[in-house]
């Protein structure tokens, strides 16, 4: 009898865990977030950001940070994509906004000098960084970051490039959390990533 009755108030403890975490997986779900089991450690490269100064990916830690591979001469998706997170970032409270940047990584180096990702991430008024460096650290973060890109084999004339239209979602300790998969979700998104970065924060 009191086996029986343990085992009955073990498991009504473990529904209501249980449940919260159906609701946590449905949550992320519906936002197009996927959180992976562990944390990834990123490779060590040296980019050069929006101003002209080596930024290295340890520079990463102290912030949540959501990157995303793209190039500025992009015609849909990378406008698209940089509205959308910009709308995004509005709708979140500021607690858990001031906790995130965003930052555009060039899959298209031979045209995103520092100065033209400068200009171009100018245009949309959200504190948005941009980085830029040789292809072989771009290609070893992007790897590292789950958002493969293919360079351009010829860099003269209008060319295109091709890339992710995903987001990776690097906590404050500089290791891969996640992904934004696309099409982005924002109303999901909104409570998602509170969600997310209030839990950690609170670990």
Request: charged letters at 20%; zero cysteines; glycine letters at 12%.
């Given at each position: 009898m009191r086996k029986a009755l343990i085992l009955t108030l073990s498991c009504a403890l473990c529904l209501p865990l249980a449940a919260q975490g159906l609701d946590r997986q449905a949550l992320l779900d519906e936002a197009n977030l996927l959180v992976l089991p562990r944390e990834r450690a990123l490779p060590e490269v040296t980019l050069t950001n929006q101003d002209d100064q080596p930024f290295s990916t340890s520079e990463l830690r102290g912030r949540w940070s959501l990157l995303f591979f793209g190039f500025t001469h992009c015609p849909d998706i990378c406008p698209?994509?940089?509205?959308?997170?910009r709308r995004l970032l509005s709708q979140l409270?500021?607690?858990?906004?001031?906790?995130?940047?965003v930052i555009l990584v060039s899959a298209d180096p031979a045209r995103d000098t520092p100065a033209q990702l400068k200009q171009y991430l100018g245009f949309?008024?959200?504190g948005f960084?941009?980085?830029?460096g040789e292809v072989d650290q771009l290609q070893t973060l992007s790897?590292?970051?789950?958002?493969?890109?293919?360079?351009?084999?010829?860099?003269?004339?209008?060319?295109?490039?091709?890339?992710?239209?995903?987001?990776?979602?690097?906590?404050p300790d500089?290791?891969?959390?996640?992904?934004?998969?696309?099409?982005?979700?924002?109303?999901?998104?909104?409570?998602?990533?509170?969600?997310?970065?209030?839990?950690?924060?609170?670990?």
């Open positions: 698209t994509t940089l509205a959308d997170v409270e500021p607690d858990v906004r001031d906790q995130l940047q949309y008024r959200a960084l941009g980085l830029t790897r590292g970051l789950g958002l493969p890109f293919v360079p351009a084999s010829d860099t003269q004339g209008n060319y295109s490039v091709s890339h992710s239209g995903n987001l990776a979602l690097v906590g500089a290791t891969l959390r996640g992904h934004l998969r696309a099409p982005l979700n924002l109303e999901g998104l909104q409570q998602a990533l509170a969600e997310l970065i209030r839990a950690r924060d609170g670990e």
